[in-house]
């Protein structure tokens, strides 16, 4: 009888669109820093319906590892919603630890050994950053992010939209179900969500992006704004009592 494969102590979840330029290089790393913590870790990367040849190139660099797992979109699901399919691929195969970066190479692996050692400490583990390298307008809109959401939702939460963030695979399945599809910045929500059950924050360098450029132009930072305030309604009318309706 054939042995079942040990199950992965940590899923490493990366959406990417259109990061034919970094993406294999972002992968690289960051498995060099894990295999030198001794980790045995599952990535999983989410192909969002991807223009270019981000798909290609992941499928040539990739196609012989065991601990890559591939899915593709169709269509475009938005960041967010990709890091949720990406959560529960990750407790399907029963992984108790999920980590999420980003494909631009800005989430520095270098800090990875300082949140993996607070892994215990509480159920999510956020990067807080306290040195950026991504331009003022980013820096800004997460300014300006986190002024809102002390105001509108009273969180703590010093930088509830970061992409580099651990968390117990346990405590996750809930929250998961409680996040309309329609939500767009979905990691905002599950922050808010898991905030009451505590959360660390370890202060981290958020680099220039290795390759290509944001997808994201600098005016629909406002629409994404008036877009949060509906979905923050939403989930306040749906699923948490103690999350304030904002005034309209």
């Known amino acids: 009888m054939t042995a079942c494969p040990p199950v992965p102590e940590l899923a490493v979840i990366i959406p990417v669109y259109n990061e034919e330029e970094c993406i294999i290089q972002v992968v690289e790393e960051w498995t060099q820093v894990i295999r030198r913590e001794n980790i045995h870790a599952l990535f999983i990367i989410l192909d969002d319906a991807s223009t270019d040849r981000t798909l290609e190139r992941i499928r040539c660099a990739c196609q012989e590892r065991p601990d890559v797992m591939l899915i593709t979109h169709q269509v475009n699901h938005g960041h967010g919603q990709s890091c949720l399919d990406g959560y529960r691929k990750a407790l399907e195969r029963k992984i108790p630890r999920i980590l999420q970066i980003d494909s631009d190479g800005q ?142």
């Open 107 to 248: 989430c520095d692996p270098a800090f990875f050994p300082m949140i993996w050692q607070a892994r215990d400490q509480a159920c999510a583990i956020y990067g807080k950053r306290r040195h950026r390298d991504d331009g003022w307008i980013r820096v800004f809109a997460s300014w300006a992010l986190r002024q809102f959401l002390r105001i509108a939702v009273q969180t703590k939460l010093s930088d509830s939209n970061v992409p580099y963030r651990l968390y117990q695979s346990k405590y996750l399945a809930e929250a998961l179900t409680r996040i309309p599809k329609t939500f767009n910045l979905a990691n905002i929500a599950l922050a808010l969500l898991l905030e009451p059950l505590g959360f660390v924050e370890i202060p981290i360098h958020f680099r220039e992006r290795l390759g290509g450029r944001c997808s994201v132009h600098w005016i629909r930072f406002a629409q994404k704004a008036i877009q949060l305030q509906q979905n923050l309604n939403q989930l306040a009318d749906a699923t948490r009592p103690n999350l304030v309706r904002i005034r309209e």
